[in-house]
């Protein structure tokens, strides 16, 4: 009890809580449950003053007005900003509120491996990778019927789920190549397209938005997880296909080959149906090709083991917390 009483304060802003069940609230939830043993963890959408240690926020932009807050009130506590894909492959590069947010910050978390050549030179410095994680699964066995394709991703432009939707359209005709697809409708005119595809396309099915333990399952379940994101920081559904011993077929951009690394073999260019269709096909027809991409999957899993991703953490707030301490003490 004493001990527990001693815990530094840390507070883990997050733009989204978990309502929004997306990639921020999982990484700020995971973290809080990694913390709680080294620190007394507080979880908010917007830090309205407290007199807590350290700092963890979540996306340049949309948490500026904490990060502002904070430095202002504790210049000399630890603030630690996580970036987001739209953090580095966007607005960093033209929001004045993102920039800011980087200049404030003690490090910049990075959540894939290429990230740190997304940051400002000057401040590479202070970036920090640190992959995320997802419990082991074991591998279910797979009808082999049909081939079960699954995205998980929010309907908006981000995700690109255009090029899923184009690519169902390419395999209607394949009544063995499934695709389902998991998200929220949060841009109103990709709902209504999704809808008349289903409409339309009989293997296509949009299951909406679902429960996290849900959607983890299904990716479990399905034969082959496809990411077509024009956008990604390092999604957390790729670490939990590839911890579940479910393939991957994934765009080739930076947050995704900062995941897979660079000799993945399960790569279309952002936005290339006819590739992704492609690509698909040969899963269906080619016994040898799902093995081959579980098996590079499967080479990167220990990369996203949890105490991988806690060491990281544990160790990045201590050295912070050394060098704030040395910084506040008097003369």
């Known amino acids: 009890m004493l001990e527990a009483m001693h815990r530094p304060a840390l507070v883990i802003v997050t733009p989204a809580l978990a309502a929004a069940n997306n990639g921020n609230w999982q990484t700020a939830q995971r973290w809080a449950r990694m913390l709680r043993n080294d620190y007394a963890v507080t979880l908010t959408d917007r830090w309205a003053g407290g007199d807590e240690q350290l700092m963890i926020a979540l996306h340049a932009r949309r948490s500026a007005v904490s990060v502002s807050a904070w430095r202002a009130a504790h210049p000399h506590r630890p ?76 309907l908006r432009e981000e995700k690109s789920p255009q090029t899923y939707f184009d690519t169902a359209r390419r395999l209607a005709a394949r009544h063995d190549i499934l695709l389902d697809h998991i998200g929220g409708e949060l841009d109103p ?19 909406g938005a679902l429960p996290h333990a849900a959607t983890r399952a299904r990716i479990q379940a399905a034969h082959v997880l496809v990411h077509p994101s024009r956008l990604e920081g390092g999604a957390h559904v790729v670490i939990e296909a590839v911890s579940s011993g479910t393939p991957v077929i994934a765009s080739r951009i930076d947050g995704n080959v900062g995941l897979l690394g660079t000799d993945f073999g399960g790569y279309f260019e952002p936005g290339d149906d006819l590739r992704l269709a492609t690509l698909l096909r040969q899963a269906r027809d080619d016994a040898a090709m799902l093995p081959l991409l579980q098996a590079q999957c499967a080479a990167r899993a220990p990369l996203f083991a949890p105490e991988a991703e806690r060491a990281t953490l544990r160790q990045l707030l201590a050295s912070l917390t050394c060098l704030r301490t040395r910084t506040e003490a008097p003369p």
């Open 189 to 207: 005119a990709l709902g209504r397209a999704a809808r008349a595809l289903m409409a339309s396309v009989r293997t296509y099915r949009w299951l």
């Open 79 to 154: 603030l630690v900003l996580v970036l987001t894909g739209t953090d580095l492959y966007r607005d960093i590069a033209r929001d004045v509120d993102a920039q800011r947010s980087l200049q404030l910050a003690d490090r910049l978390v990075v959540l894939n491996e290429r990230g740190l050549a997304a940051l400002p030179e000057p401040l590479r410095a202070k970036g920090v990778v640190c992959l995320q994680s997802a419990s082991r699964r074991r591998v279910l066995r797979k009808t082999s019927r049909h081939l079960r394709a699954l995205m998980v991703g929010h």
